[in-house]
């Protein structure tokens, strides 16, 4: 992990590619994490998360799911449309199970329907993602976005201006290894 965190990404991959040859059952859905969050190798972390779920199932790493990381993936691939019915699915099995769904999906799920230009749609999850952590300042400033896109100019610009203020009270990505990575879509103000 020292070399992941240093950003030197082929030096780190080496190591895990080790740790995956003498215990794939262990290490696989890290190597995953590790292409999906760090070294952004989006098409490998597919591959290793479907492998994965084929072991294991739709099971968890790092506080998410692996269809999370194959949405997320695919968010950044530009495959909007499939990202967006992974993380319906993905969802709706949360919901079910836990009652509801991890704002951060929910974050992304609304991103899903963004870049396909579905504002109102994206909205929707938006306000969901928000009712659970209300001063999440990158879901507020794509929210922002979205009113903008929908010519609703004086919310937009006053979100913004909450949203800046929310970020820099750190209202942001309280992932563990956002202080090394940039999430996808995570606003630098």
């Known amino acids: 992990m020292p070399y992941f965190k240093a950003r030197k990404y ?10 995956v040859k003498y215990d794939r059952k ?11 969050i760090f070294a952004k190798t989006y098409k490998d972390a597919i591959t290793d998360f479907e492998a994965c779920i084929e072991m294991e199932g739709n099971t968890y790493v790092m506080d998410h799911t692996y269809q999370f990381h194959i949405a997320l993936s695919y968010l950044q691939l530009n ?3 499939k990202a ?12 079910e199970e836990w009652g509801e769904a991890h704002y951060l999906d929910l974050f992304y799920y609304g991103i899903s329907k963004y870049e396909q230009g579905k504002w109102e749609e994206a909205l929707y999850e938006f306000n969901k993602s928000l009712a659970i952590a209300p001063m999440f300042s990158d879901v507020e400033y794509y929210k922002a976005l979205c009113l903008y896109r929908l010519s609703r100019f004086d919310e937009c610009q006053a979100l913004l201006k909450t949203a800046k203020e929310h970020a ?11 202080i090394y990575e940039t999430y996808p879509y995570q606003v630098r103000w």
């Open 26 to 36: 262990r290490y696989l859905s890290y190597r995953a994490f590790i292409k999906c």
């Open 79 to 81: 495959e909007f449309e």
């Open 168 to 178: 820099e009270e750190g209202f942001s990505f309280n992932e563990d290894n956002a």
């Open 10 to 19: 082929e030096v780190g991959m080496v190591y895990i590619d080790k740790a």
């Open 84 to 95: 967006e019915a992974i993380f319906k699915k993905d969802i709706s099995e949360q919901e």
